[in-house]
């Protein structure tokens, strides 16, 4: 029972995780038609602020990930500035242009602060929440809130100002948004901006609990692709809908076997589903 | 009697061929292992470029040039096949898996083929990794044999278990696909694949199956993936997961970016540059794969069709510079 109770917290905890970078991707591939590899190095860029500002400078742990958001975001939008918005448009391109990201991000880190052992971040939130008997650190715990009010603000966001409906609007379709006079340049910016401070936000939180280490993006990034191409492409709810599937798969896998196994799991699980429904859970068009 | 005329097309390949005979006598050890990996890498890229033709990047191209490579070694070490079987034994299996990955992969485009296919991909290593028997783990495989000994009577033996012997077997191998892949290119189906890639409603309502036609591209290229991956067992004598994973793949779209895709030597041309500047930046060490992530951006931005662009280009602003010099 405790176990029960342990695992469907810990898929939780995972689940609004893969959330919050899954809803990133869809929207920036919705407005962008963008697929942006290098998330999973914003995330990581975002752990390695917390790290140098909170464990090695000291500075308060929320400037700190108040701190990493701002940073990631200024990474986001200048990729955004410099490399997507020539190539926006053009799946293929896009992606492998991110791929070249990855590579430059993933080495000016390593380089810079070393690789080796992970870099320690001691958790801000101290103790834990019991729930029944289960155990769940305040830390690993705080994605939950966090995770909520994101997704929460986005929500309104999109739907209550009118700059969030230009973006939807951009997203279904970018042609008539721009003839309605919306600036796809603007939106395009816009959308990589929030979709890179979820990443710094999620990685912040996460600092203490994933080994922060160039590569902690590989960790993460397979799983929130697979999580948008299964929610249907594009779709913010779907990608939500899919978190909480493979948050839950992820999770029970990864506590009866180990993580690797459930990374296969779940990429067999993907293809599966894609097979039956090739335009994902919740997508309108085939991708 | 009508005379037989050597195109100028022809005079260089086979210019080209002889340099390859003479080549290896000229080299060192360590280039030479260089020049045989490039060939490998040569027929990597090719068969990568067969299945771009339909409009479809392939990330799941590694872990099947793996899956060649592991079905080869494991066959040689544990049940003593000869060498001469298990390379085109290890393409057709490699087809078969190609064939299991196909289904759901051909029927999506774009960006969800690029991430399906990498997480299949990424699922099949990863069962490398999990499954120490008979996989070896994440150590991999060691030990693997180099082909036996060729003797005949009278002639001397030729042992493959030296550089120059094996480099000629991966050439004459390399020639073998290429020639293969380049027909298959301009045959008929290869005008269907790039039909397919270009119009796919409109393939489709003239009655081309267009399922049916991009299974075939994905399992032509997985063959000649997995042929390579036996060539490569053999060559590097110890294989591991790692060598097939996103690192690699990134490499593989690196050579196909910098060279371009819509030729059938564009690829052939990217890989052979980068690997000329792979050894000249070799003194950077751990920083290339920044320097990489640099140039495949430019690449993308500057030079969207590759270097196989780059003539039509230099002749146009040629022309420019003229026209702009007369005025």
């Known amino acids: 029972m405790e176990f029960a109770i342990q695992t469907v917290a810990n898929a939780w905890v995972a689940t609004f995780l893969y959330a919050v970078l899954a809803v990133g991707l869809a929207l920036i591939f919705g407005v962008m038609r963008t697929a942006n590899f290098a998330h999973g190095e914003f995330f990581m860029v975002g752990a390695y602020v917390v790290w140098l500002l909170y464990s090695r400078s000291d500075w308060p742990f929320p400037v700190a990930v108040v701190a990493a958001m701002g940073i990631v975001t200024g990474i986001g939008m200048i990729t955004e500035l410099g490399v997507f918005r020539t190539l926006r448009g053009n799946v293929v391109a896009g992606l492998i242009a991110s791929l070249g990201l990855v590579f430059i991000l993933q080495v000016t880190v390593g380089r810079i602060w070393g690789l080796g052992l992970a870099k320690p971040v001691a958790p801000f939130f101290p103790g834990s929440l019991e729930i029944l008997g289960a155990n769940v650190g305040w830390q690993r715990f705080s994605i939950i809130p966090a995770g909520l009010t994101m997704l929460g603000i986005l929500w309104l966001f999109l739907n209550r100002f009118k700059m969030g409906q230009a973006l939807r609007a951009t997203a279904q379709d970018p042609e008539a948004a721009a003839l309605m006079g919306i600036s796809i340049n603007r939106m395009a910016l816009l959308a990589m901006g929030i979709s890179a401070a979820f990443a710094g936000v999620a990685g912040a939180l996460m600092s203490s609990v994933y080994p922060v280490e160039p590569y902690m993006g590989h960790a993460v990034i397979l799983m929130a692709f697979i999580i948008v191409i299964v929610g249907g492409t594009g779709s913010l709810i779907g990608a939500f809908v899919a978190a909480i599937m493979f948050g839950f798969i992820h999770t029970v896998v990864t506590t009866v076997f180990d993580s690797t196994v459930a990374i296969i799991i779940a990429c067999v699980t993907m293809a599966i589903i894609l097979a039956v429904r090739p335009k994902g859970l919740l997508g309108r068009e085939k991708v | 009697m009508r005379k037989y005329k050597i195109s100028p097309a022809h005079a260089s390949l086979i210019a080209l061929v002889a340099f390859l005979c003479v080549l290896p006598f000229q080299l060192g050890g360590y280039a030479l292992s260089i020049t045989t990996l490039l060939l490998i890498n040569i027929i990597i890229v090719v068969s990568f470029r067969l299945i771009t033709t339909i409009g479809g990047w392939n990330l799941a191209h590694y872990p099947l040039v793996g899956v060649g490579a592991y079905f080869s070694a494991l066959m040689a070490i544990n049940f003593g096949w000869p060498f001469w079987a298990t390379v085109p034994l290890a393409g057709f299996v490699a087809a078969i898996i190609g064939f299991g990955f196909s289904y759901p992969l051909v029927r999506m485009t774009g960006f969800a083929f690029f991430i399906t296919s990498y997480a299949i991909g990424e699922a099949l290593r990863l069962s490398w990794v999990k499954l120490v028997y008979p996989f070896g783990g994440p150590t991999g495989i060691s030990r693997i044999p180099r082909p036996s000994p060729w003797s005949f009577p009278g002639l001397p033996t030729i042992d493959f278990s030296h550089f120059i012997p094996y480099y000629f077997i991966v050439l004459v191998v390399m020639l073998v696909c290429l020639f293969i892949m380049q027909r298959i290119d301009r045959s ?89 500047m792979e050894e000249g930046l070799r003194p950077l060490a751990a920083w290339r794969p920044l320097v990489y992530g640099f140039i495949l951006i430019a690449v993308l931005l500057f030079l969207p069709g590759g270097l196989e662009d780059l003539p039509g280009k230099v002749s146009t602003w040629v022309k420019k510079l003229r026209s702009w010099i007369r005025r």
């Not at chain 2, 039909?195 to 994905?218: F, H, M, N, R």
């Not at chain 2, 290229?221 to 042929?227: D, L, M, R, T």
């Open chain 2, 188 to 276: 008929r189906l290869g005008n269907t694949f790039k039909a397919i890639y270009l119009q796919e409603p409109l393939a489709d309502s003239v009655g081309i199956d267009v399922t049916q036609y991009k299974t075939q591209a994905y399992v032509i290229g997985a063959f000649f993936a997995g042929i390579a991956g036996a060539l490569l067992a053999h060559f590097l004598r110890a294989i591991d997961p790692s060598l097939f994973g996103l690192e690699t793949t990134t490499y593989l779209l690196i050579w196909a970016v910098l060279g371009g895709t819509h030729t059938f030597g564009g690829p052939i041309i990217g890989v052979g540059i980068f690997t000329a």
